[in-house]
């Protein structure tokens, strides 16, 4: 695998480098205030945009390579299955946290690496 490939491959595992600090963001434990902040947004980082639609799509682009898989919403987090460009990333549920203009993910329900996208 190519060294950008590599890279882009980390920040996808969690949807996908630490943010902003955690006072900013509040935690989102609701699949209805999920879907009102991503509803119709486009989540955007360095060589990433992602589409996370509100029936459980997800699908997008990653460092050249089409993104695609689907979501649910258990136990307060967001639980999602993705490929990336032939991939699979596999199944994991992640905290989330916004600051309305800004959405991060914790991936292994708060424990793992975190992500964070401009909601645009």
Not at 15 to 42: H, M, N, S, W, Y
Not at 64 to 88: A, H, I, P, Q
Not at 104 to 114: A, E, I, K, L
């Amino acid at each position: 695998m190519s060294g950008l490939r590599t890279a882009a491959m980390a920040a996808l595992v969690v949807l996908t480098t630490t943010g902003p600090a955690l006072a900013e963001f509040e935690q989102v434990t609701d699949r209805a205030q999920f879907i009102k902040l991503i509803a119709g947004k486009t989540l955007s980082r360095t060589l990433v945009e992602l589409w996370v639609s509100p029936n459980g799509g997800i699908s997008g682009n990653g460092a050249g390579w089409d993104v695609t898989g689907s979501w649910s919403w258990k136990d307060g987090y967001f639980c999602r299955d993705l490929n990336w460009g032939g991939d699979e990333l596999g199944y994991n549920c992640q905290a989330v946290h916004s600051d309305g203009s800004r959405i991060r993910f914790t991936s292994d329900r708060g424990d793992g690496q975190s992500a964070a996208f401009t909601l645009r």
